[in-house]
């Protein structure tokens, strides 16, 4: 599967951004989706991951609260909505895929990347 992340850009502290990934190939639905973030100097860090089978939705405590992720299978296609954005969520998100039912917070479980949006949040 190729993913491709869109939405970045440039905002205020306290705006909002909406991220999407696209994603071609088949069986999208089964594929355990999430989002990354890396700022400079940093590790890559997990942000949040939704199961293929949908229902929760895992969230990094950092981002708890004002980022909420989904998905439209029938468009192939994870959003993530994050409101209150702060200096510290400056970073590029990647969004990742996982053949898989289970959600991971550690990068290396996930196959797929996209190649990353640039996220810029000035205080």
């Known amino acids: 599967v190729q993913l491709q992340a869109s939405g970045g850009g440039s905002v205020q502290a306290g705006g909002s951004l909406r991220l999407s990934c696209a994603a071609s190939?088949?069986?999208?639905?089964?594929?355990?989706m999430a989002w990354f973030r890396q700022a400079p100097g940093k590790e890559r860090e997990f942000v949040v991951a939704?199961?293929?089978?949908?229902?929760?939705?895992f969230y990094a405590d950092s981002v708890k609260g004002r980022f909420a992720m989904s998905r439209d299978n029938a468009k192939n296609t994870v959003y993530l909505q994050m409101n209150s954005l702060k200096a510290e969520d400056t970073a590029v998100y990647y969004c990742?895929?996982?053949?898989?039912?289970?959600?991971?917070?550690?990068?290396?479980?996930?196959?797929?990347w996209g190649r990353g949006t640039q996220v810029t949040v000035s205080s």
């Open positions: 990742a895929a996982d053949a898989g039912s289970t959600w991971f917070r550690q990068s290396r479980h996930y196959n797929y």
């Open positions: 190939g088949r069986a999208f639905s089964r594929y355990t």
């Open positions: 939704i199961p293929w089978r949908g229902g929760n939705t």
